[in-house]
C-alpha cells in the first residue's frame, strides 16, 4: 500500500530534551516536506527537500533541523525542543518537481513539549 | 512572497444543500497549481480537488468543483449536495514547482442534518 508513515504519533517530552520524529514513504517520490499546524495558524511548511540531499527552508524553520540521506526518508530533528513547538506535526511527499502532483500525508504526530 | 487567504473561519450548511468556501492568494507568478485539501475529524489530509493556473476551465470532481478567476487570484470551492461526511476543515493551498507549498488558515465546514 502507497503511504507515507510517520513515527511517533504521539509525544510528550520536556524543555531541551533531543527528539527526532521520522517520516518514511514507499512512492519513490523525490519530493518531501514536514509541516506544524496550529489553530487558526492553517498549516505551515517548516522544510522541504527535492531530493536527496538537497533541502530548503520553508516559513518556520526556527528550531528544526532536515535530512535527506535516502530518498525514502526525511526526519525532523528538534536539537532542544520548546514549549512553543508544541504542534500538530505532518510530513508529506510527492513525485516530482511538476506543481500539479499532490502531496500525500502522513498520518500526523501530536507533539507536547512541557 | 505568496500569501492564501481564507477568510471564512467556519460555516455551516443543510444536509443536501450546496455551499460555497472562498479563499484569495497572491503572487506574481502566472503558472501555478491551486489545491484543496480536506481535513477530517481523523486528521488525515484528502486531496479534493486541484486547479492548474493555465487552465480556463473550472475543475470538477463529482460534488466539488472550483471557481477558478485568475485576474482576480480567487479559489473557491462549491460542494453540491452536502453530505454529513464532508464536515471537515478544508484548507487551500498554493504550489509552485520546487518551491515551498503555502497553505490558508482554513475554514470548518459544519453539515446540519
Known amino acids: 500500500e502507497a503511504q507515507v508513515t510517520q513515527n511517533p504519533r504521539y509525544l510528550i517530552t520536556v524543555t531541551g530534551k533531543k527528539l527526532t520524529v521520522t517520516c518514511s514513504q514507499n512512492m519513490n517520490h523525490e519530493y518531501m516536506s514536514w509541516y506544524r499546524q496550529d489553530p487558526g495558524l492553517g498549516l505551515r511548511q517548516i522544510y522541504y527537500s527535492m531530493n536527496v540531499e538537497v533541502t530548503d527552508k520553508g516559513d518556520v524553520p526556527e528550531g528544526y533541523k532536515v535530512s535527506r540521506k535516502e530518498k525514502r526518508n526525511f526526519p525532523l530533528i528538534l536539537e532542544s525542543p520548546s514549549p512553543n513547538q508544541t504542534s500538530l506535526y505532518f510530513c508529506?511527499?510527492?513525485?516530482?518537481?511538476?506543481?500539479?502532483?499532490?502531496?500525500?500525508f502522513g498520518p500526523g504526530t501530536r507533539l507536547t513539549v512541557l | 512572497a505568496q500569501t492564501v487567504t481564507q477568510s471564512q473561519p467556519e460555516m455551516s450548511v443543510q444536509e443536501a444543500e450546496t455551499v460555497t468556501l472562498s479563499c484569495t492568494y497572491d503572487?506574481?507568478?502566472?503558472?501555478?497549481?491551486l489545491f484543496w485539501y480536506k481535513q477530517p475529524p481523523s486528521r488525515q489530509m484528502i486531496l479534493v480537488i486541484r486547479?492548474?493556473?493555465?487552465?480556463?476551465q473550472n475543475a470538477t470532481e463529482n460534488r466539488f468543483s472550483v471557481n477558478f478567476q485568475k485576474a482576480a487570484k480567487s479559489f473557491s470551492l462549491k460542494i453540491s449536495d452536502s453530505q454529513l461526511g464532508d464536515a471537515a476543515m478544508y484548507f487551500c493551498?498554493?504550489?509552485?514547482?520546487?518551491?515551498?507549498?503555502?497553505f490558508g488558515t482554513g475554514t470548518k465546514l459544519q453539515v446540519i442534518p
Open positions: 508529506a511527499s510527492s513525485r516530482d518537481r511538476y506543481s500539479y502532483n499532490e502531496q500525500f
Open positions: 486547479q492548474e493556473a493555465y487552465k480556463q
Open positions: 493551498a498554493y504550489r509552485r514547482g520546487y518551491q515551498k507549498v503555502t
Open positions: 503572487t506574481s507568478e502566472s503558472d501555478y497549481y
